[in-house]
C-alpha cells in the first residue's frame, strides 16, 4: 500500500508520514520549501502542488492521498498566494489523482470554515459555513472543489480538524511559551469555546478517514472536550506550573489595533505581534460536534486536553523550546 502525502514538513503531516511508515506503508511525500530528514522508508518528490504533470507521475500506484498542503498566515504571503496554493492547488492535486488512477484522497480543510459558531451550540458537518479572512475562505473554496469532485465520481472524504496541539507544533508553542513568561492576557474574558485534538487522536481519525470515510463525506475530528480559551490558558499554566493569565481586555479596541499593527507589518513582510489572526483564537468559538465520526468512522479520541498539553510541554522542554 502506498501512500502520498503533501505537507509532509508541517506539524500534522510529520506525524502522519511518522504513523504511516510505522504501519507499513509505503510513503512518498512532496517537498516544497521546507525539508524532512532523508529515511531510506520514505521517497521525496520535489515540487509544487500546482504542477500538474509532476504530480500525476508521482501520484502512479497510490492508494491513499493525503493532502495537507496549504498557505499558512504564520508568515506575510499576498492574498493571490492563499488562493492559489488553498484553491487553485487544491484543484490541480485532485485532477492529477483523478488522472493518476488514486484509489481515495483525503483532503485536510479546515474548522475556520464555520467562522463563528453560534454560541450554546457545537457545529456539525451541515452548520452553515462563514469564512472571516482569506485563510479560512481559500480554506473553503478548496473544500468545495474535493465535495464537488466526490460529485463526480472521484472518492475522496475531507475532514475539518479542531484546534490541534501536540509535539513539534509551533502554533500552540507560542501560546505555551506566553503563558510561561507571563506574557498574556485574555480577550473578552476568554468565552469563546474551542475544540482541542491531540494530534495522535487527529492521525487516528485520518486513517479512518481513508478506510471508511464515505466519499464526499465531511468529517469533524477533534478531542471529546469543549473548552473555553480561558480553561484552556488555566490548565496550560497549571501544567507549566505558572500562574493563569490575570487580565482581560474588551475585544473592540484590540480588534482596532489588530488591524491596524497587521497593516503595517505586512508592509514590511513580518508578523504583526497582534493581528486579526491571532485575535481569532480568543474571539471566534468553533465547538465541534463530532458525533458523525463517531458513527461513521469508530472514532474515539482517547486524549483529554490537560495530559495531551502536559505531553506536548514536556516535549518541548526536552527540545530545549522552553
Known sequence: MRAFVTGAAGFIGSHLVDRLVGEGWQVRVLIHTAKIPETPNIEQVSGDIRNFELLKNALQDTAALFHLASALGSRQIHKKEFREVNAEGTSVVLEAARAAGVKRVVHFSSAGVLGQVKTGSAADETCPTDPRDIYDRTKLEGERMAVEAAGRGQDVVIIRPGWVYGPRDPRTFKLIRAIHRGHIFLVAGGRAFQSPVYIDDLVDGALLC?????????????????????????????????????????????????????????????????????????????????????????????????????????????????
Do not use: C, H
Open 210 to 322: 481513508a478506510e471508511k470515510g464515505l466519499s464526499g463525506g465531511i468529517y469533524n475530528l477533534s478531542g471529546a472536550e469543549i473548552l473555553t480559551v480561558k480553561r484552556m490558558a488555566e490548565t496550560i499554566a497549571a501544567v507549566l506550573g505558572k500562574k493563569p493569565p490575570k487580565f482581560s481586555f474588551p475585544a473592540f479596541p484590540l480588534k482596532i489595533a489588530a488591524w491596524t499593527l497587521g497593516g503595517l507589518f505586512s508592509l514590511v513582510r513580518r508578523e504583526a505581534p497582534l493581528s486579526p489572526s491571532r485575535l481569532a483564537f480568543f474571539l471566534r468559538s468553533k465547538p465541534l460536534d463530532i458525533q458523525k465520526a463517531v458513527r461513521e468512522l469508530g472514532y474515539a479520541p482517547a486524549w483529554k486536553f490537560d495530559r495531551g498539553i502536559a505531553e506536548a510541554v514536556e516535549w518541548y522542554r526536552k527540545q530545549g523550546w522552553l
